[in-house]
C-alpha cells in the first residue's frame, strides 16, 4: 500500500457527522457514537485505577480499587479540508505533504524514500482538495498533538482540526490477543475478536441525536446518547504480563513456532491470565504482517493434544468403576490393533504396572488397554462428558469446537486406540482446560469467562455468577485422579512441574502434528503441553501450557515442565498461599 493510500487507511469514519462539521459556524443536530465503554484488568497492586488526561474512571471504578485500565477512550486530532473554502489546492497540499509524512512514517515504522513520499502525498492531498463543492474532505487521523499543532500554526484555508474520540490501549501489546480491537466494517466502528468483538453490543452504548456547536467545537454540548458498558475482567495484569514475559523466553530458548498458556480458576471458571508470546499493538492494530497474529490460540486454533487426553481415559474407567488406581496390567512394550502396531513414545516395555504408573510414565498402550477395558461407546460418551468437540461458550469472539469427528463418525478400533493417548482427535486449549479441571473442581466443569462484572453508565453492577456446564465425573473419581496425577510430579515424568512446599497435580503431553497435505503425521515436528493445578487438593489455579514445535528437546516433561514450576510458583506466592502441611 502506497503512503497516500496508508493517510487515508486510519479508517475514514461516519461521513454524516463530519460532513456536519463542515457546514458553518450553527448549531447542527447529527447522529453521534457514544462513549465506547471502558475495560479493565485486575491489579493486586493497584491502588486505585488509572486516569488520563481524556479519560476519568467511570461508574466502573468509582470507589473501587485493584483495577488497571486495559482499553479506553482518548482524544486524538482529526485533519480535515473544506475544498470549497480553498483558492490554492496546490500551495495547501504543498505545505501539508511534509508534516503528513512524519505523521505517517512515525505511525509504520517504515523505511521510505522521504522525496518520492512527499510528493506522493502532496499529489494525493491535492487531488482531495480539487472539488470545489465538497464540503468535507478527511485528510488524516489519529495525528501526533505535536504535528497536528504544527498544522494549526499554518493558518492555512479549508484546513481544520477537531478532536475525535478514539480507542486507546494503555498496554500495548499485553493481552491484545484476548482484547482484540476496535476497527472499521465499512464505515462503523465494531469490536473485532477477543473481548471487544463478543461484548461489542454492551461496549458500544447507543446512539442518539447530539446538539453540538460545529467546527469550533465550542458551547454547550447536550449529549442524547448513552455511553457503552464498562466491564471488570478476571484478567490479572501482573499474571498476564509474567506470563507473556514467560512464553517470549521459552519460544526463543527453543526455537519453537509459537507458545500460549492460561490459567483459570478451576472453582469459578474466571480466567486468570490468557497469553501468547507474539502479540500486536491494538493502537496500531493495521501495521501488523498477517491476520493471523489476531487469531486467540486458546480458542480459535485446534492442536492435537497427546497424552495429556490420559487422565480423561483413566477417569472413564474409573467412574464406570472398571479399575482403580492400583489395577495392573502387563506392558508388552507395544500393542496390536488390527493392522496397526502402536509403541510407547519413549519405546520402552515396561513389564507389570499399575494404573498410576501408566500416568506416571505416560504409557501409551496403558491407555490402550484402558479405552479396551471401558469400551468404545463408553469412551466416546465420556469424552462428550467432558465438552470434547462442542463449544465451551467462553466470552471471546471466534471460539471453534474441536473435532472429535475420527470417533463419532465411525467405530475403527485403531481411531479409538490412538484417541485414548490423544492423537487423531482435535481440541482447543480452552477446552482441554476446561475438561481437565473437573479433576481439579470435585467432578463439576465450569463455564469459562473472562468478564466477572459489567457496569452500566448509571453504576448498574450485573455480576457474571460462576456456571456448571456438566459433571462428567464423580467428586470420588476426581478425587482418584488428582491422586494420581500428583504422583506423575512426585515420581513420574512431571517431577520437573514440582513446586517446593506444595502438592501439584500435572500431566504433560507431547504430541506428533499432522501432516499439513493430509495423510500421517510429520517426522520432525510435536506440540508439547502440559496442564496442571496447585494446591492439589484445593486448587487456586489451574494452567494450560503450549510450545508449538520446539527445537531441540524431545519431550514436554524437559521443555514445558520447567516452565510451570516458575508460573505455578508465581501464582502461589502472588495469592499468598501457605505452603502444604507436611
Known amino acids: 500500500m502506497g503512503i497516500a493510500g496508508r493517510m487515508f487507511y486510519l479508517q475514514i469514519i461516519k461521513g454524516d457527522y463530519y460532513a456536519a462539521l463542515a457546514r458553518g459556524q450553527h ?30 474512571s467511570g461508574p466502573a471504578t468509582a470507589g473501587q480499587d485493584g483495577l488497571f485500565v486495559a482499553a479506553t477512550n482518548k482524544e486524538w486530532p482529526l485533519l480535515y479540508a473544506v475544498p470549497r473554502e480553498i ?57 501526533e498533538k505535536e504535528i497536528a499543532e504544527e498544522i494549526e500554526a499554518l493558518d492555512l484555508e479549508g484546513i481544520y482540526t477537531a478532536k475525535e474520540l478514539l480507542r486507546y490501549y494503555p498496554a500495548k501489546e499485553l493481552g491484545a490477543r484476548m482484547l482484540g480491537f476496535v476497527g472499521y466494517e465499512e464505515n462503523e466502528r465494531v469490536g473485532q475478536y477477543g473481548v471487544e468483538g463478543f461484548y461489542e453490543d454492551f461496549l458500544r452504548g447507543t446512539k442518539g441525536v447530539s446538539e453540538i456547536p460545529l467546527l469550533s467545537f465550542r458551547g454547550e454540548r447536550k449529549e442524547l ?15 498476564q504480563f509474567m ?56 480458542v480459535q486454533k485446534m492442536f492435537e493434544p497427546g497424552s495429556v487426553m490420559k487422565p480423561f481415559t483413566m477417569a472413564a474407567a474409573l467412574d464406570q468403576g472398571l479399575l482403580s488406581p492400583t489395577t495392573e496390567y502387563t506392558d508388552k512394550g507395544y500393542v496390536r490393533v488390527g493392522a496397526y502396531t502402536i509403541k510407547n513414545s519413549d519405546e520402552k516395555t515396561y513389564g ?39 463449544w465451551t461458550e467462553i466470552d471471546l469472539q471466534g471460539e471453534v469446537p474441536g473435532d472429535i469427528q475420527n470417533i463419532l463418525l465411525t467405530s475403527r478400533d485403531i481411531n479409538f486406540a490412538t484417541a485414548s493417548f490423544g492423537q487423531g482427535i482435535a481440541v482447543t ?37 460462576p456456571v456448571v456446564t456438566g459433571s462428567p465425573i464423580t467428586p470420588k473419581t476426581a478425587a ?30 507431547t504430541a506428533q502434528v499432522p501432516n499439513e497435505e493430509g495423510g500421517g503425521y510429520s517426522e520432525d515436528k510435536t506440540i508439547h503441553s502440559l496442564v496442571g493445578f496447585a494446591p492439589a487438593y484445593n486448587p487456586r489455579f489451574i494452567a494450560l501450557i503450549k510450545v508449538d514445535n520446539p527445537q531441540g528437546v524431545d519431550f514436554a516433561s524437559e521443555s514445558i515442565a520447567p516452565l510451570f514450576s516458575e508460573i505455578a510458583e508465581y501464582i502461589l506466592h502472588y495469592y499468598e498461599i501457605p505452603p502444604d502441611a507436611e
Open 87 to 143: 483558492t490554492d489546492a496546490r500551495a495547501v497540499a504543498s505545505q501539508l505533504a511534509p508534516l503528513l509524512y512524519r505523521a505517517l512514517s512515525s505511525s509504520y515504522n517504515d523505511e521510505l524514500d522521504s522525496e518520492d513520499a512527499v510528493s506522493q502525498l502532496e499529489e494525493s492531498v491535492y487531488q482531495r482538495l480539487g472539488n470545489k463543492e465538497d464540503s468535507y474532505e478527511p485528510l488524516a487521523h489519529k495525528l
Open 352 to 390: 507389570r504396572k499399575t494404573m498410576t504408573n501408566v500416568l506416571e510414565f505416560s504409557i501409551n498402550t496403558g491407555a490402550v488397554f484402558v479405552e479396551q477395558l471401558v469400551g468404545h461407546d463408553i469412551f466416546r460418551e465420556y469424552l462428550g462428558r467432558f465438552g470434547f468437540g462442542i
Open 429 to 465: 486449549p480452552i477446552q482441554l482446560l476446561a475438561g481437565f479441571a473437573a479433576f481439579a473442581n470435585g467432578g463439576d466443569i465450569m463455564k469459562p469467562h473472562v468478564v466477572n462484572e459489567i457496569v452500566s453508565a448509571s453504576g448498574a453492577r450485573t455480576v457474571v455468577e
Open 225 to 239: 446518547t448513552r455511553p457503552g458498558d464498562d466491564l471488570l475482567l478476571s484478567i490479572d495484569y501482573n499474571i
Open 27 to 56: 448549531t447542527e443536530y447529527i447522529e453521534r457514537d457514544p462513549p465506547r465503554g471502558n475495560i479493565f484488568f485486575e491489579d493486586k497492586f493497584a491502588a486505585s485505577a488509572p486516569e488520563t488526561d481524556t479519560m476519568k
Open 480 to 509: 482418584q485422579i488428582t491422586s494420581m496425577l500428583v504422583s506423575v510430579v512426585e515420581h513420574g515424568y512431571g517431577k520437573k512441574a514440582a513446586v517446593k512446599g506444595y502438592k501439584v497435580a500435572a500431566k504433560t503431553g
Open 243 to 298: 506470563l507473556e514475559e514467560k512464553l517470549k523466553d521459552v519460544k526463543e530458548k527453543f526455537e519453537a513456532e509459537g507458545a500460549s498458556a492460561i490459567v483459570m480458576d478451576p472453582k469459578t471458571g474466571e480466567l486468570i491470565a490468557i497469553a501468547q508470546a507474539d502479540s500486536f499493538d491494538p493502537n496500531r492494530y493495521w501495521q501488523v504482517e498477517t491476520l493471523d497474529i489476531f487469531l486467540n490460540d486458546a
